[in-house]
């Protein structure tokens, strides 16, 4: 069983940095493609970045040029997030996927102010 828990979320101000982690507990981390996602209120869930085992990377035209995914060897998935703004607000999800495993952890909230 994997389990997925998140942090790094918080408050900060538009233009402000930061640094969202996933902690991956359980077995074959590196087979996984991790996702972030998001929610904002009254939004649907977003795919905001993908990292595939092979170290491909995928994001979200809103956020390309601001946001990079990242992993390292202690089964941790990061989500470096710059120049925030506004619309950045949301509750942000972290999601490991290989062929029928699909686990989620249970949120962080971001918010950004002016």
């Known amino acids: 069983q994997v389990q997925l828990v998140e942090s790094g979320g918080g408050s900060v101000q538009s233009g402000g940095s930061l640094r969202l982690s996933c902690a991956f507990s359980?077995?074959?981390?590196?087979?996984?493609?991790m996702n972030w996602y998001r929610q904002a209120p009254g939004k649907q869930r977003e795919l905001v970045a993908t990292?595939?085992?092979?170290?491909?990377t995928t994001y979200a035209d809103a956020v390309q040029g601001r946001f990079t995914i990242s992993r390292d060897n202690y089964q941790n998935t990061y989500l470096q997030m710059n120049s925030l703004n506004l619309a950045d607000t949301a509750v942000y999800y972290c999601?490991?996927?290989?062929?029928?495993?699909?686990?989620w952890g249970q949120g962080t909230q971001v918010t950004v102010s002016s």
């Open positions: 359980g077995n074959f981390f590196t087979f996984y493609t």
């Open positions: 999601n490991a996927v290989w062929r029928a495993h699909d686990y």
């Open positions: 990292l595939t085992p092979s170290a491909e």
